[in-house]
């Protein structure tokens, strides 16, 4: 679901609310930047996650 926030200067277009929406957004500038970084963090959480699995399957040895 994307969120409009009202009252504040934003960005014009701001396009992050959630994973692959393309909606227009209206955030602060401050906000949008700390959304970011946060949706970064959680990518590059499940990016070292299946890099471990990986590295688990590779080590495993088929019969």
């Known amino acids: 679901m994307c969120h409009v926030s009202t009252g504040r200067q934003a960005s014009q277009m701001n396009t992050h609310c959630g ?3 393309d909606c227009p957004v209206m955030l602060p ?13 959680i990518l ?5 996650a299946i890099d471990k699995k990986i590295t688990a399957l590779k080590s495993v040895k088929e019969p």
Do not use: T, V, Y
Not at 29 to 41: A, G, Q, Y
């Open 44 to 48: 590059h959480d499940r990016i070292e």
């Open 19 to 21: 994973c692959e929406c």
């Open 29 to 41: 500038i401050k906000d949008e930047i700390r959304s970011l970084e946060d949706h970064k963090k």
